[in-house]
């Protein structure tokens, strides 16, 4: 038997499919088909089933189905958890490049309607700068250097609100390396599953693509971490064990991050046994 | 092929990317679609009003639209939502675009709606594209065509793009498909390789 969108065939006797666009679509879904000895549809079948009147109609209607049903999936997969935190962090890392562009600009254009103004010997943070100039009046310099300080409200606001999700939707993850460190691996994984489906080993490179194929296709050393390094238990241990450190613990991110994909919850044992691991890695030899 | 003043150009609903328009022809871009390119590079293969094409890695569906300009029905695969969500909107303006969302590589989970073609065009950054256009192949004619769009980066980026391509040469050759020609598509796409066939035996 041969099955189809349209009906199933079998032995040149057609056995048609007559629900309407909907229920074809959901037809189409669970449809199997074994791909030896199969023979694609063919519209004059469909006519012969009755489905068709002729083949611009069993286009149009196969386009209807089709239509459908990619709709559908593209629901589906954009009601997955994971796909908004993707995009905020995302957002969250692209509001970081700009506000540091931004504000680079401002300082170096204040700089230069204040000849004698020098940042030398001062320990002023560029944060602190800005304040001062969208104090000033300035005309569109100020406006300026208060728009970045309104974006960096948003920006913590946004970073707050990262940090939740990805505790909710990451949590074993979260809790090993913090909500918004979690959320970027997922970012640079592609989303939970991809990010559940990964060896502890890329998990550690994850973010240190650049450095990666340079190792691979010369001589330079291997990276020992990648986005990881953001985490104080990874750059705040010292340089001769920092490598181990990345390592256990990314091979722990990866159990985890299967945790958080296919329980979902918080496992509080492989916690307690993940953490003592990755701290015992990262005392002093 | 039609071409104005020596750019090609396809007719049909325009405005679908923001593409120009000459005398009321939508102008096809080498340097944003890398069949247009391989028309540039002087390969001759005419997409004709009969023709049913199978088209894998459809994307945003801007290649898409000029293929059915030219022909009677393209089935149109592909797996990311994004890209799909702009596919289906010139696909419901194109009476004649099947949009398929389905993984190319599994042909099993499309095949009850896609029916045999005249030419697959195959243009997946993956590595393993000679075995995907092999699971393709029995919605191919016989004697129809394949065009795979080989970005070799995709399939090992230590290697020589050169030797990538013979490599896949070879696979498809002894899955017999015949080689008619390859290009690359420089100085449009880089490291970019064409390679257009014939399918010589039925498919199934």
């Known amino acids: ?285 | 092929m039609i071409w104005v003043d020596g750019v090609l150009v396809s007719i049909g609903e325009g405005g679908v990317y923001g593409e120009r328009i000459i005398r009321g022809a939508r102008v096809w871009d080498p340097y944003r679609s890398k069949l247009s390119a391989l028309y540039y590079k002087g390969t001759i293969l005419d997409l004709t009003p009969d023709m049913r094409v199978l088209y894998l890695g459809a994307a945003h569906g801007t290649t898409v639209s000029h293929v059915a300009d030219y022909t009677e029905v393209v089935y149109a695969v592909e797996l990311a939502p994004r890209p799909m969500q702009e596919l289906l909107e010139v696909a419901r303006r194109r009476r004649n675009i099947v949009p398929v969302m389905a993984d190319a590589a599994h042909p099993e989970s499309y095949a009850p709606l896609v029916e045999m073609v005249d030419l697959i065009y195959q243009d997946i950054a993956q590595p393993d594209q000679v075995g995907i256009a092999i699971r393709n192949r029995i919605f191919l004619k016989s004697g129809g065509m394949l065009v795979l769009m080989l970005k070799t980066r995709s399939v090992d980026v230590r290697r020589e793009p050169e030797d990538v391509l013979s490599d896949t040469e070879a696979g498809l050759t002894d899955a017999g498909i015949r080689i008619i020609t390859h290009e690359w598509l420089e100085p449009y796409h880089h490291d970019h390789a064409a390679i257009v066939c014939r399918n010589e035996i039925s498919g199934t």
């Open chain 1, 1 to 285: 038997m041969q099955s189809y969108w349209f009906g199933d065939i079998s032995e040149g006797v057609c056995m048609p499919f007559l629900g309407d666009v909907s229920a074809t679509a959901d037809r189409v879904r669970v449809l199997r088909v074994n791909l030896t000895d199969f023979m694609p549809p063919d519209w004059q079948s469909a006519v012969g089933c009755g489905v068709s009147r002729d083949r611009q109609d069993y286009i149009s209607r196969l386009r209807e189905v089709c239509i459908l049903l990619a709709e559908r999936r593209i629901w589906e997969e954009y009601q997955a958890r994971d796909v908004s935190l993707y995009q905020m962090v995302r957002t969250l890392d692209e509001m970081d490049t700009v506000i540091n562009l931004l504000t680079g600009r401002v300082i170096d254009w204040y700089q230069v309607t204040r000849p004698s103004f020098s940042r030398k010997y001062r320990r002023t943070p560029p944060r602190n700068l800005v304040r001062t100039i969208s104090g000033k009046r300035e005309g569109s310099l100020s406006k300026i250097a208060s728009d970045i300080e309104r974006l960096s409200e948003t920006r913590t606001l946004l970073a707050r609100e990262v940090s939740d999700t990805a505790e909710n939707i990451l949590p074993n993850c979260s809790a090993l390396i913090g909500g918004l460190v979690a959320a970027r691996l997922l970012y640079q994984a592609g989303g939970l599953s991809a990010l559940a489906r990964l060896p502890g080993s890329a998990i550690q490179v994850l973010g240190a693509r650049t450095a990666l194929f340079s190792h691979l296709r010369g001589k330079t050393p291997p990276p020992k971490h990648g986005i990881i390094f953001q985490h104080r238990r990874v750059h705040n241990a010292p340089p001769e064990v920092r490598g181990k450190v990345a390592r256990v613990l990314s091979a722990k991110l990866a159990i985890a991050a299967r945790l958080d994909r296919y329980r979902g919850v918080k496992v509080p044992e492989f916690l307690a046994e993940a953490q003592a691991r990755i701290d015992a890695a990262g005392a002093r030899p």
